[in-house]
């Protein structure tokens, strides 16, 4: 079947979105689109996934367990896991570093929950890279089964390319992200890898339409994710 997606959406605890990206909103928002399948992905992490798996239950939407990592070298890897454990058992691998928020400055850091009720505030502001670099990120994100996909390669902020100036043969995944505003050039030169279009939506406005879409046998996690790997 064809499964029109979006793995790449900030909800509310990412302090560049906005506020009104609460769980809910993006889930019911994702159902208007005619979506079935999407990720919440915020910047380093996983306090409103579960939130979200719950509302996507009551849509009939999969949410696929994620969270977009920022390396030591500030390169963005889009990580999706097979269930809520390995996501957060890969999440409580990283090491943070612990540099406070500054609300008015960078954003608010919103928790919620499924019923839109405000539970808490990350304190850490969450746009700081961790410690690990992108070889050793996407390593442990493999060794939780997870997929590992280098996040908006055609951009200039915190893509691949950018800051490593090509994406190295041993990177460690063929999976990579390209921006709705991809050129036909990107799109040539990266023909050889497994591709994924996703909004990287920050409004709910800007969540994806059903254009994109993939052949899985099922609508189910694990059909979505052996698709990725497997027969992108
Ligand atoms: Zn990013
Ligand atoms: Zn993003």
Do not use: W
Request: proline share 3%; aromatic share 6%; with cysteine.
């Amino acid at each position: 079947m064809k499964v029109y997606y979006d793995f790449h959406i900030h909800s509310a605890l990412s302090p560049c979105a906005d506020d009104d990206m609460t769980p809910s909103n993006i889930i019911g928002m994702a159902a208007v689109k005619g979506l079935h399948a999407v990720a919440i992905s915020d910047h380093n992490s996983t306090k409103n996934v579960q939130a979200a798996m719950e509302c996507g239950e009551d849509f009939g939407i999969i949410v696929i367990p994620a969270m977009e990592v920022q390396t030591s070298e500030d390169i963005h890897v889009l990580t999706l896991f097979y269930d809520y454990a390995a996501l957060e058992a890969f999440h409580k691998s990283l090491t943070k570093r612990q540099v406070k928020n500054r609300e008015q400055i960078f954003g608010n850091q919103l928790i919620i929950d499924a019923e839109d009720n405000v539970t808490g505030r990350e304190e850490y502001l969450l746009l700081v890279g961790v410690e690990e670099g992108i070889y050793t990120v996407i390593r442990r994100v493999k060794s939780r089964g997870g997929i590992a996909v280098l996040a908006h390669v055609d951009r200039e902020e915190n893509g691949t390319i950018a800051i490593l100036g090509q994406i190295p043969t041993d990177i460690g995944t063929d999976i990579i992200e390209l921006s709705k505003r991809a050129s036909p050039e990107a799109m040539s030169s990266l023909s050889g890898y497994k591709r994924l279009f996703n909004s990287d939506a920050h409004r709910l406005e800007d969540i994806s339409d059903a254009v994109n879409y993939i052949e899985a046998p099922a609508l189910t996690i694990k059909d979505i994710l052996d698709s990725i790997k497997e027969a992108l």
